[in-house]
Nanobody, 125 residues
Framework: VQLQASGGGLVQAGGSLRLSCAAS????????MGWFRQAPGKEREFVAA????????YYADSVKGRFTISRDNAKNTVHLQMNSLKPEDTAVYYC???????????????????WGQGTQVTVSS
């Protein structure tokens, strides 16, 4: 699976951004999708995930209630709607794909099979 993330940018605190990840190469609906982020000097951390069936979503506590992950299997895309952004959300955001055999709740970076190139999100105070 090839993944291409887009939609990052510079936004003021309290603003919103919508990230998108376009997939190609394999049957998209066989893959659970996740978003991770990595800030300078920090480890990559889980942000959100959606099952390959699209029927369940999971979020890191730090983004719960502010971020929403969704997928469109007809368009082979996954989105991350980010509202009420905070400066601490600043990071490079990566989308990732995990084959359905990994299970439904896939939140560890080691569980993902394919990664996109990342898109920078910067939130100014």
């Amino acid at each position: 699976v090839q993944l291409q993330a887009s939609g990052g940018g510079l936004v003021q605190a309290g603003g919103s951004l919508r990230l998108s990840c376009a997939a190609s190469g394999r049957t998209f609906s066989n893959y659970g999708m996740g978003w991770f982020r990595q800030a300078p000097g920090k480890e990559r951390e889980f942000v959100a995930a959606i099952t390959w069936r699209g029927d369940s979503t999971y979020y890191a506590d730090s983004v719960k209630g502010r971020f929403t992950i969704s997928r469109d299997n007809a368009k082979n895309t996954v989105h991350l709607q980010m509202n009420s952004l905070k400066p601490e959300d600043t990071a490079v955001y990566y989308c990732a794909a995990a084959y359905r055999s990994r299970g439904l709740k896939v939140v560890g970076p080691h569980e993902y099979d394919y990664w996109g190139q990342g898109t920078q999100v910067t939130v100014s105070s």
